[in-house]
Every structure is written in structure tokens, then in C-alpha cells.
């Protein structure tokens, strides 16, 4: 496993700079490593619709969750007037 990480993009040492300065006194390699876990927690939170838990939701045969769930259409829609 490597120690060292270089990087020569000048854009992206920038914004290192930036966010080292900002958010960990200055910190680089913190700055970089808080990066790299905020993303792996995005992807980590990417799972199920129900969260962590399968199973733990159940949907009876024959419905879709992501149909309406009227089945009429809205009035303002088909542009007819309501009487109040």
C-alpha cells in the first residue's frame, strides 16, 4: 500500500488549499481524507429504497410503488372549472 499520493493538477491542489484551510486548520491530508470518507458514505447510503433492512417492507403482489395513487385525473389538468 502506498505512503505517498502525489498530485500535480495545479486545480486540484487548489482546492485542497481551500478546503484544508477551511475545514482542518490547514490540514491536507485531512482535508483529502474527509473527502474520500464523505464520498464513500454517499455511495454507502445509495442501498435500498427502505433502508438497511430488506425484508423489512413488504408489497403485495400485483402493486407498483411508483404508479399514481389516484386514479383520476386532476382538474387542473383537463381545464374544466369547478362549481363551487
Partial sequence: MA???TINRKDVI???EQAALKLTGGNKTEAVALALRRL???DARA???F???KGGVR???GIDLTEPAL???PDAQTGRELEH
Fill in 14 to 16: 487548489e482546492l485542497i
Fill in 47 to 49: 442501498g435500498d429504497l
Fill in 51 to 53: 433502508g438497511a433492512h
Fill in 59 to 61: 408489497v403485495g403482489a
Fill in 40 to 42: 464513500l458514505d454517499q
Fill in 3 to 5: 505512503n505517498v499520493v
Fill in 71 to 73: 386514479d383520476v385525473e
